[in-house]
């Protein structure tokens, strides 16, 4: 987005260029001056009013369009409240629970968050609880840390190595849009891209490109929920599909079958959960990091065990939620770890912990041969009698 001082010296030196525009023309540049300067919310209301059109549900002054279960908002979603904030990310039991962006009316703060127009993090039952980010209303970042029951844990205001993170609207030549976060002028973080036709579409960006979990709100009121990587997007699950989109809590619970998901080795090949779940083997979701102490101890442990089933039909799918790739690399070195590897370097934003709701680590997910989940939390104790009751029997 064009800064006012840039749109200023642009003015400048076209005189004789704006002479000759129509009035039209005059209108939609003073509009496009005012969005840099404005609110946010005023530039949000715009935005994002095509694209709420049609919704799944309307509650009290709100409206809701994405995932639901039996009327309940579950899953991802946009729900609007009156008169202009927004809430887009994962719902649970009609709460805010799971990573999203927040974005407050014009007037108004972030509750907890002095100067935070934008709040994009990670929610529990409808409070802050995680990893979070807050910008002010310039879009400039004003915190980048931690939050349990509503509160920042960590000093406040305070960016870390994150002050080159901005959240901007970004309008394209073609009438696109973009709300989200950026970093260096790129899509980089959350955001919404939207459509001139009215659909949007909310997930994790990466220098550019989409990069993991996210989901299409398309016009009309249907969506699909993708995993993508780039504008290769496979399909998790969408309104025409009734197997998928009523399910609760969307494929984690004990009883469902998994939920697929595509992400990176170490070595970059694409890897997708279903290479190895639901192929006749047991299949272990270990999510992990190599800067978490519990993970690093509980891992010879699981060593041990990898060794003493693999031959037996028990397969691990390591998901790290590192953001350092070396560290990551030199902890399965370090650790002796030999099963298959996936991450997208995301930390806590990491799009598998998403799908599978983690918000702690180390986390488990035992599947069955037939890629039914059994078993969740499991840790080394637990763990070694799981599998000896499967395999020792």
């Not at 962006?101 to 409070?127: A, K, P, Q, R």
């Not at 995680?130 to 844990?153: E, H, M, P, R, V």
């Not at 006749?280 to 270990?286: I, P, Q, R, S």
């Not at 078993?375 to 080394?380: F, N, S």
Request: glycine share 10%; aromatic share 14%.
């Amino acid at each position: 987005m064009l800064q006012y001082k840039n749109l200023k010296r642009e003015m400048n030196q076209k005189d004789d260029y704006k002479k000759r525009v129509n009035l039209k023309a005059v209108i939609l540049f003073c509009i496009a001056m005012c969005w840099c300067v404005s609110p946010y919310a005023q530039i949000w209301k715009t935005t994002f009013s095509k694209s709420i059109e049609f919704t799944n549900q309307t509650y009290n002054n709100g409206m809701y369009k994405g995932q639901l279960n039996n009327g309940t908002r579950e899953g991802l979603g946009v729900y609007y409240w009156a008169p202009d904030s927004y809430r887009f990310g994962y719902w649970s039991n009609n709460k805010r629970n799971g990573y999203g962006i927040y974005l407050v009316e014009d007037g108004y703060i972030v509750h907890n968050c002095n100067n935070c127009t934008v709040f994009v993090g990670n929610w529990s039952n409808d409070e802050k609880n995680g990893q979070g980010t807050c910008y002010d209303s310039k879009g400039n970042l004003i915190y980048y840390g931690k939050f349990a029951n509503d509160k920042a844990l960590d000093p406040y205001p305070s960016t870390g190595n994150y002050s080159s993170y901005k959240f901007q609207t970004i309008s394209y030549t073609n009438g696109d849009k973009y709300v989200g976060e950026t970093q260096d002028g790129a899509r980089h973080g959350y955001g919404i891209y939207i459509w001139s036709n009215g659909n949007l579409w909310y997930g994790y960006w990466k220098q550019g490109s989409r990069d993991g979990i996210g989901i299409l709100l398309n016009y009309d009121g249907s969506w699909v929920k993708q995993n993508c990587i780039g504008d290769n997007c496979s399909t998790l699950a969408s309104s025409n599909n009734s197997s998928t989109s009523n399910r609760s809590n969307v494929g984690t619970n004990i009883g469902q079958q998994f939920p697929d998901i595509t992400l990176r080795t170490p070595e970059g090949k694409l890897i997708a959960i279903s290479d190895y779940a639901g192929k006749g083997k047991y299949v272990l979701l270990d999510f992990w990091a190599a800067w978490c102490g519990p993970c690093r101890r509980a891992n010879p442990h699981v060593v041990e065990l990898y060794k003493r089933y693999k031959n037996k039909g028990f397969e691990i799918v390591g998901i790290s939620l590192d953001q350092n790739k070396d560290a990551w690399i030199q902890a399965i070195k370090d650790d002796r770890i030999t099963w298959p590897q996936m991450s997208d370097l995301g930390g806590w934003q990491n799009a598998a912990a998403q799908l599978y709701s983690v918000h702690s680590i180390p986390y488990t997910v035992l599947l069955d041969k037939n890629g039914k989940i059994i078993a969740k939390e499991l840790y080394v104790d637990d763990l070694i009698a799981k599998l000896a009751e499967i395999f020792d029997r």
